[in-house]
């Protein structure tokens, strides 16, 4: 089916047709390493690993390019403040390059353990200084800069249509952004901030503006053109860059090029992770990192299946009862695939399919045609309707009662339900068909007990159930609750277990 995607700077959905047929051009902002990335922060890559993997899924390999920003970004999206790499430094007492390298291991990790595919390319902010101060000077000898005292700051006022991405922005949007004196327009942007008289930061490259740094919005515009060229695909981000970030990401693009394009065809961003009882909050002593949540008996592919569970452009809601009945839900799901391989035997596909795990997705199209060369009709009928759902604006919530409904569907042989399951979820990335249940099971970091004698106490509890002595269960389950492990009684198969997340 074709696919569509909703474009943020059209607010229309539209039919996708990449530039260049044999290779989709992705650009996705990538994180400032300051700091472990937040829970919602990741959804933002799940977003953009499933864009990805939809890609590959329907025949498109992807060049891929994540930034990693390790200088610019100020403690305010709205261009004002300190840079955050620099307060991270002071507030740390490290080298600002120990915490970038620090964090950014830290992220891969995060991706790591979510089964995000790695980009095609890392682009490191600092390898590009040179670019960036031969990109500024561009936009200078273009007459849409100006200096001032505090560097090099672009002048909106030079292209058409600035702001558009943004839609009808309020006041107080734009407000946000810090009033620098003499500035000409309140939106205007750094483009180069040179440092304080006196002053100087671990990060500063000598420029044609003094000594200094880049401003954030500069890195993005000069590693996508130097990549992806000076027209590409598909940008990615989140809602949060949709109102300035972006805004000044296409302005500077257009500025460049003398022309109105905007660097992407089309420009996607997902909706925020919603944290009403603020569980995620540090200060609170809640799980805001995937370590956080790890810690907490939850594992990572279980906050990626909830992830999956709202469309990419609706917020989503988080608390510790919705991430843990995604997390029963994913082990209920591997125990009806176990049962499956169990009733299938040998796969000789199987190999494949793990050996091409690593492949970066650019062969999604082979292993499709090796998992469903001879589907019967009923089988394929599935996939159709999955692909429909995918190709409908990535609406993977449409999408996962179909995986459901593969994994049940007894006019389906297991072998060929297996089929179905390992080709969707090359699109869903939940490596269904490489772990069991039992690696679902992560003890909590604080509970006062080991994983062996969980399981040893729910196969007490089992017999005692089954011989009627309902006292001895209690008593099994009271044990358990008090060392934080809940019991989830009713699953026929057998009492599964999860944190108790307070």
Not at 169 to 196: C, L, N, Q, T, Y
Not at 399 to 425: C, T, Y
């Amino acid at each position: 089916m074709a696919l569509t995607l909703f474009n943020s700077l059209t607010r229309a959905m539209e039919t996708f047709q990449p530039i260049d047929p044999a290779m989709v051009r992705l650009y996705s902002c990538g994180p400032t390493v300051y700091n472990f990335a937040h829970l919602g922060n990741l959804r933002a890559y799940v977003f953009t690993d499933t864009l990805r993997r939809t890609l590959n899924w329907k025949g498109w390999p992807t060049n891929h390019v994540i930034n990693i920003t390790d200088v610019g970004h100020l403690t305010s999206d709205a261009d004002a403040g300190d840079d955050k790499m620099e307060a991270a430094a002071k507030a740390q007492a490290r080298s600002i390059w120990d915490i970038a390298a620090f964090y950014t291991a830290a992220f891969k990790i995060d991706l790591a353990h979510l089964n995000i595919l790695h980009p095609t390319l890392w682009s490191v902010a600092t390898d590009h200084i040179q670019d960036m101060i031969a990109f500024g000077r561009t936009l200078e000898t273009h007459g849409a800069t100006y200096e001032l005292e505090g560097g090099l700051y672009f002048d909106t006022s030079t292209v058409p249509d600035y702001g558009r991405l943004a839609g009808a922005r309020p006041d107080e949007a734009i407000g946000r952004i810090a009033d620098v004196e003499g500035k000409r327009h309140p939106a205007d942007f750094a483009v180069w901030r040179s440092s304080p008289e006196g002053a100087q930061r671990q990060m500063e490259w000598q420029s044609p503006w003094g000594p200094g740094a880049p401003g954030w919005h500069l890195e993005c515009s000069v590693m996508s053109l130097k990549y992806l060229g000076e027209q590409f695909d598909i940008h990615t981000g989140g809602i949060d860059h949709r109102e300035i970030h972006h805004c000044n990401e296409i302005a500077q693009n257009q500025a460049f090029t003398g022309s109105a394009q905007t660097g992407a065809n089309i420009w996607m961003h997902n909706n925020f992770l919603v944290d009403r009882g603020a569980k995620m909050s540090k200060s609170a002593g809640g799980f805001a990192t995937l370590s956080g949540l790890i810690e907490r008996g939850i594992h990572p592919l279980a906050y990626r299946l909830l992830c999956l569970s709202a469309h990419y452009r609706s917020e989503l809601e988080f608390s510790g009862d919705i991430v843990a009945a995604s997390l029963v839900r994913l082990k209920r799901l591997l125990i009806a695939i176990e049962q499956l391989r169990a009733k299938a035997g040998d796969l000789p596909w199987l190999r494949i399919v793990r050996e091409a795990k690593d492949s970066r997705g650019a062969d999604f199209a082979y292993q499709r045609s090796v998992l469903e060369d001879g589907l019967d009709k009923r089988s394929a009928a599935l996939i159709a309707r999955f692909d429909e759902a995918l190709s409908n604006d990535l609406m993977v919530p449409q999408a996962l009662p179909l995986l459901d409904e593969a994994v049940a569907d007894k006019a389906i042989s297991p072998e060929m339900r297996l089929r179905v399951i390992a080709s969707m979820d090359l699109a869903l990335g939940l490596d269904l068909l490489a772990i069991d249940r039992r690696s679902l099971s992560l003890r909590p970091k604080e509970a006062a007990i080991e994983t062996e004698e969980i399981e040893a106490l729910l196969d007490q509890r089992q017999a005692a159930r089954a011989a009627k002595d309902f006292a001895a269960s209690d008593a099994v389950r009271d044990r358990l609750n008090a060392a934080g492990i809940e019991v989830m009684d009713g699953d026929p198969l057998r009492w599964e277990w999860r944190p108790i997340l307070s």
